[in-house]
């Protein structure tokens, strides 16, 4: 199942991925757990609806306060998706906190194949071309995949905080 010598890439969703994405919808439920990117979860048996939500939130429509992002699959050649990840196009007084520039998750099965790792460093180059150079990412404090994601792509802590929640969590700037 694992393996890293094949070519991947990020796309962001597109019409032709419904029945791949209602799999990965529904695999990720019942595995349970985290979510992530928060995106995935406005999934809600209607692709054609959920597609242009996603395309709302890259535009910056209907989506109140919050800021802009954009959500990716990741790829591989055969064009399996096994992961997802959101790029939020700049931080405000809430994601500077908590949420950050990037999101990431990758799908419970591909899991301990060094997608994770994978993922963020193509993230880290999209934010590049986005103009971004310093990215802030922020993970739970017991998310230990995640920290070892961020400390792999070059993350420096810089402080532990807390969410709305009270949940505590890691806040690490990254060079792209
Ligand atoms: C966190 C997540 C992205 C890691 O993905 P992954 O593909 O398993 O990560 P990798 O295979 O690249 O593993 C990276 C490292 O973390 C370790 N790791 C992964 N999951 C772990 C876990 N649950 N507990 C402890 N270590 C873990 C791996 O062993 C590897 O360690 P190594 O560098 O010492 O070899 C994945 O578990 C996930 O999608 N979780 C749910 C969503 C999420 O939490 N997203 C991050 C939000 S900030």
Redesign the pocket.
Known sequence: MCNLKEQYYLIEPAMEDEEAMKLLFTKWKDFG????PGLLKRYNNDYRKWLQCIEDWHKGVNIGENVPQTLFFLKNREGTIL?ATSLRHYLNHTNIVDGGHV??????Q???????????DLALKKLSEMGIEKTL????TD????????L?NGGVLENQTYDEDGISINRYWIDN
Not at 103 to 108: L, M, N, Q, R, V
């Open positions: 757990g985290r979510m992530n992961g999101a990431y998750g990758i799908c419970p591909y899991r301990g194949c060094g997608y994770g790792k994978l993922i963020l990412v922020t993970c739970d998310n230990i995949g995640s920290q070892k994601v961020i792999y």
